[in-house]
Structures are given as C-alpha cells and as structure tokens.
C-alpha cells in the first residue's frame, strides 16, 4: 500500500465548475498536509497546507481534512484554464523530522 | 525575496561520467533538501540538511551519490558514476526554522544519462 495514494487523472472539468482533488494517506501519526501545483515541465509550487481537521480556504482555493478518515482533499472554485497542472497531495508523518512523502499526483484539465 | 537557485538547469551525459548540481537556498532558511522526481511520480526525498549536518540520507544511494552542505548555506549533490536509470529531474528545496516543513522548491536540474 502506497503512503499517499491519489488518483493519477485526468481529472477534467468545464471552466468556471469546482474541481475536487482527493488524497488519503496511511500513517495515523501524521501532523501536516500539503497541496503542490506543478505545471508541466516545471516544479512544485506551494498552495495550501493544512494541520487541523475542518476547512481551510484560501481564495479558490479550500483544502478539507479528516484526520479520522485519513483523507484530505482540494477544492478549486471557479477552475480557470491556468489551473490546468497536476496536483500533489504530500504528508508530513510526525514523528520530527519534516520529511514529506509525495503522492503521484493528479492531473487537472480545465476546459474551455 | 528570491527563491531557491538551481544550476545547471539541464546536463546531458553519457553513462560512467560523474556529474554535480548545485543549489542555493531561500535566505535564511536553514533546512535544505534533495529530491529526485522521475516522470509521472512525485517527488523522492534523497536528503535532508538542518544548517550543514545530514540528518536525514536513508534514501542516498551512497556508492554513487554523494552530498555536501559545507557552511549550512549553498549545497551540492554529485554523482559518480551515472547510470542511465539517473535521469531524471533533481529537485532541491529549502524550509525555514519557523515553519520546518513547508517547503519551497527550485526549478530543477534535468539529468538525462545516454
């Protein structure tokens, strides 16, 4: 079983429709929550992160966590064209140390 | 406030050649780390750096890569001798001590190994 597991996509949706990118994680122990925008050819840019249950928003952006359910998730409203990337879910484990383990990613299409 | 640097953007060489990349951090941040990204993958921690000590290079290949962050500022990654299954895109990143594991990343050095 992977440590973070995300669908590789593509995942498309019409412009201006509300995008939602899923990720679960298997460590129980893990403390913090990232969502990274790579564009093709290009590296990961930091969107949001999170650390405790609930929402979080930023924009149109929101990441959703369940630490119970070991999932966490993002939610891009009003998808333009620009938000076409993928998307990497990555998970702090705890336990000291910051290291983050990486999902696959997601790809995003937003079409016309 | 300027990013993490990265050179050479791109490198081409041919198998048993040694190559080395080389990163400069976001001022002020004291951790800096190495990733390898293959395509269609995510990011795979090498090393982490917390000022020049390696607290973290489980995932090194130590018989071929080598790491150095001498005055816990700029650092660099060598490998010698490449192998074809070396190319990839090499990432570095840096944390700042207020908020250890949010990471920013540099634009990355494509190896390709012939």
């Known amino acids: 079983q992977k440590e973070v597991e995300q669908n590789s996509g593509p995942l498309s949706v019409p412009e201006g429709a509300i995008a939602s990118l899923n990720c679960t994680y298997s460590?129980?122990?893990?403390?913090?929550f990232f969502w990274y925008r790579q564009y093709s050819g290009k590296s990961p840019e930091l969107i949001m992160f999170i650390y405790s249950n609930g929402d979080k928003e930023d924009g149109r952006f929101t990441a959703q966590l369940n630490k119970a359910s070991q999932y966490v998730s993002l939610l891009i409203r009003d998808s333009q064209p620009s938000d076409s990337a993928t998307y990497l879910c990555a998970v702090n484990g705890g336990g000291g140390g910051n290291k983050l383990t990486f999902g696959t990613g997601t790809q995003l299409k937003v079409e016309l | 406030e300027a990013g993490v640097v990265q050179s050479p953007r791109y490198k081409i060489i041919e198998k048993k050649q040694p190559v080395a990349f080389w990163c400069n951090p976001i001022?002020?941040?004291?951790?800096l780390y190495w990733y390898l990204q293959n395509l269609g993958q995510g990011p795979e921690l090498l090393i982490r750096y917390e000022n020049e000590e390696a607290v973290d290079d489980s995932q090194l290949p130590k018989d071929r890569f080598s790491a150095e962050r001498l005055k816990g500022v700029d650092s660099t990654l060598k490998i010698q001798p490449a192998e074809l299954g070396d190319s990839a895109v090499y990432l570095c990143?840096?944390?700042?001590?207020?908020?250890?594991?949010?990471?920013?990343f540099g634009p990355g050095t494509r190896l390709t190994v012939l």
């Open positions: 460590d129980r122990g893990s403390q913090s």
């Open positions: 990143a840096s944390s700042p001590r207020t908020s250890g594991d949010t990471q920013y």
């Open positions: 001022s002020g941040h004291n951790t």
